[in-house]
Nanobody, 116 residues
Framework: QVQLVESGGGLVQAGGSLSLSCATS????????MGWYRQAPGKSRELVAT???????NYADSVKGRFTISRGNSKNTVFLQMNSLQPDDTAVYYC??????????WGKGTLVTVSS
């Protein structure tokens, strides 16, 4: 089992920045990919960004150039730096981990609200 705990959400004005963190615990040795997804009110959950163990990253088109995903030196933590936030970025942001053989883990989410 892997546990994921997000932190860093909150309220910010349009154009502002927030940084999200996700701490992992448990059987983290098999994690091969980590990432962030988000779910806005009335919408489906969507991918925001992912990062694999080798360091390659992938971003949704809507956040490219504004958001940056990274992992801590110990690989136990994943971060999401969000700049130039817009009201459309308002959502619950979920931390995600993919662990071998094919186990998906999710955090409980942290709310990001961007006011106009």
């Amino acid at each position: 089992q892997v546990q994921l705990v997000e932190s860093g959400g909150g309220l910010v004005q349009a154009g502002g920045s927030l940084s999200l963190s996700c701490a992992t615990s448990g059987n983290i040795g098999g994690i091969v990919t980590m990432g962030w997804y988000r779910q806005a009110p009335g919408k489906s959950r969507e991918l925001v960004a992912t990062i694999v163990n080798g360091g390659s990253t992938n971003y949704a088109d809507s956040v490219k150039g504004r958001f940056t995903i990274s992992r801590g030196n110990s690989k136990n933590t994943v971060f999401l730096q969000m700049n130039s936030l817009q009201p459309d970025d308002t959502a619950v942001y979920y931390c995600y981990a993919l662990s071998l053989p094919s186990l998906n883990y999710w955090g409980k989410g942290t709310l990001v609200t961007v006011s106009s």
